[in-house]
Nanobody, 122 residues
Framework: QVQLVESGGGLVQAGGSLRLSCAASGRTFSYAMGWFRQAPGKEREFVAAMNWSGSSKVHADSVKGRFTISRDNAKNTVYLQMNSLKPEDTAVYYC????????????????WGQGTQVTVSS
């Protein structure tokens, strides 16, 4: 069972940047990893995902050009670089893992981290 631990969240002013990290323990070879977020009273939504090799990446339209997903397989870690943050980016951010191909559907991910809070002030 792969365990995921997110870090890097915090409070930032609009226009600022944060980098989230998600460290995985256990075997992650060939696994895709994704980032999702959930704001109070809203459903969990897709942010970004990539496959193990990095040959396939996808970002939600709402974050394209501002957020970038990347991973370091030697460290079993996936990152989410968030630039030009907006108040509407405020949410708990979760990383998740699934076998093989990246997916934008949270239902297709079986392992989740505990989440990290990102708050963007206006």
């Amino acid at each position: 069972q792969v365990q995921l631990v997110e870090s890097g969240g915090g409070l930032v002013q609009a226009g600022g940047s944060l980098r989230l990290s998600c460290a995985a323990s256990g075997r992650t070879f060939s696994y895709a990893m994704g980032w999702f977020r959930q704001a109070p009273g809203k459903e969990r939504e897709f942010v970004a995902a990539m496959n193990w090799s990095g040959s396939s990446k996808v970002h939600a339209d709402s974050v394209k050009g501002r957020f970038t997903i990347s991973r370091d397989n030697a460290k079993n870690t996936v990152y989410l670089q968030m630039n030009s943050l907006k108040p509407e980016d405020t949410a708990v951010y979760y990383c998740a893992i699934r076998a093989w191909q990246a997916s934008t559907s949270p239902a297709e991910y079986g392992n989740w981290g505990q989440g990290t809070q990102v708050t963007v002030s206006s």
